[in-house]
């Protein structure tokens, strides 16, 4: 069973060391997180399942690096600094402030008598800082609300050091910040968040095609790294919901303890994108197909995922509780590919003997695999600690081991247990987790 409540998935987070409250020893700064020494091998599994999936093993779409900051100019043009926004309103009795379109028939949340709200206006959730060495002389400029505008700001040189044609894509993996006005459910919604985006470049009569195509793609990914087909969904914008870029847009949902959520949007982004920062700086933005002789704007099909997301979503579904000899244990069923460590490697005994040949183990391993080492505490509990951060195989090293040169490998999901000739360790292990 995945886990049912959110409290079960951030309360393991906390204590096993995946994800915590930023800031913690001054008592928190809101609704910001820090990815402890689990929680940044996960994330960083999510982002590398991604990027091999989306480039590496495609022949059709490249990686960039853009940068975080930004000059007004690229969201000018982009649109984000006229429309980037959520209608606020300010209630003038308990002084908090609300997004209009999450307050149910504009009661205040808080329950105060005479709550009051102000006309609402748009907040534009973009943050802005100076750059420079004295404040208040600096240029102003934008940390990206999207990784989105590096690629289209990008298309002309990555065009020509490619030499690509359409279609292909240009995908990037990189932090985002909105100021969000309503962040919360754990590292759902956070005012700095990573992003995994591809723009993929289109002739346009291809952009229907391409669009039905990545959504059905992007589903799979989330299917094959072991979400199961009930908790996603596939929902289409109605129209007040469109961004101003997009022309159709339709999530991949999860479904996460308080509901249906998006894991990530596959917009048709037209060539809205190419088409303004063209406009707004005066730089050709177009692809020139010489078979056909014919110059035009490709239009983009943006599959946009959220990797702190995706990580939420993968616990929460590898979430489960069963029981093993009679004993309730937690374990994260989590695909090996994204699983914090591939394999622990466990001396039965802490004695030395047992120590030389378990870290010669952990050597040959560790060059191909995250490992952990672990000696202390029975080994019954050490399994147990294995299960719950997700472990998929323990390889026990055993007084045995000594003389027939063999290893136990035990299973997380089924915790069976097999006896591997050393010689032979890595080629299974390689075999049993497909990489
Ligand atoms: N370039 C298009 C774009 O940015 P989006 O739907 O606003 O589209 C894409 O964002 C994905 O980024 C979302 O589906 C979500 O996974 C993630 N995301 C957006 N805002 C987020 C936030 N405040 N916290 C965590 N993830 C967020």
């Not at 930004?70 to 402030?97: M, Y």
């Not at 009661?107 to 709550?115: F, L, S, V, Y």
């Not at 063999?406 to 010689?423: C, G, K, L, N, S």
Request: net charge negative; with cysteine; hydrophobic share 35%.
């Amino acid at each position: 069973m995945p886990a049912s409540d959110l409290d079960q998935v951030v309360n393991l987070a906390k204590r096993r060391g995946f994800v915590y409250p930023s800031a913690e020893i001054y008592g928190g700064f809101r609704s910001s997180y820090d990815y402890g020494p689990l929680g940044s091998l996960m994330l960083r599994n999510v982002k590398d399942a991604w990027v091999r999936t989306m480039v590496q093993q495609r022949d059709d779409v490249l990686l960039i690096d853009a940068a975080i900051l930004g000059p007004p100019q690229v969201f000018e043009a982009s649109g984000h600094l006229e429309n980037f926004s959520d209608p606020l309103v300010d209630c003038t009795v308990c002084k908090r402030r609300f997004r209009e379109d999450q307050l149910e028939a504009r009661d205040c949340p808080q329950q105060r008598k005479g709550c009051a709200f102000t006309e609402s206006r748009a907040f534009n959730l973009m943050f802005r800082t100076t750059a420079g060495p004295v404040e208040g002389t600096g240029a102003e400029v934008y940390m990206r609300p999207e990784t989105a505008q590096g690629m289209f700001v990008n298309f002309a040189n990555v065009l020509q050091t490619s030499r690509k044609k359409p279609p292909f894509g240009i995908a990037q993996v990189g932090k985002s910040f909105r100021n969000e006005i309503t962040p919360g459910n754990f590292i759902f919604r956070t005012r700095e968040f990573e992003q995994m985006e591809l723009e993929f470049f289109v002739p346009p009569s291809e952009s229907g095609k391409w669009y039905e195509y990545w959504c059905g793609a992007r589903l799979a990914w989330y299917r094959d790294l072991g979400i199961p087909a009930d908790m996603l969904r596939i929902r289409e914008h109605a129209a007040d919901e469109l961004s101003h870029y997009s022309a159709g847009t339709s999530d991949i949902e999860f479904r996460f303890p308080w509901g249906w959520g998006e894991l990530e949007g596959v917009a048709q982004r037209t060539d809205f994108d190419l088409n303004r920062h063209s406009q707004h700086s005066g730089q050709r933005l177009d692809y020139f197909d010489q078979a056909t002789n014919e110059r035009y704007v490709p239009y983009v099909v943006e599959p946009a995922a959220g990797a702190n997301r995706a990580m939420a979503a993968f616990l929460l579904a590898a979430y489960d509780e069963d029981e093993v000899a009679g004993e309730r244990r937690t374990v994260l069923r989590l695909h090996p590919r994204l699983a914090p460590y591939q394999v622990a490697v466990l001396p039965l005994s802490k004695k030395d003997e047992l120590g030389g040949p378990a870290r010669e183990v952990f050597r040959a391993l560790s060059s191909r695999y995250m490992c952990d080492y672990d000696e202390t505490q029975a080994i019954g509990r050490r399994y147990r600690r294995q299960d719950e951060i997700g472990t998929p195989w323990c390889v026990t090293v055993d007084f045995d081991t000594l003389t027939d040169g063999a290893v136990t490998i035990r299973e997380r999901d089924t915790t069976r247990q097999e006896r591997v000739p050393v010689a032979s360790l890595a080629d299974e292990l390689a075999r049993r987790l497909g990489f």
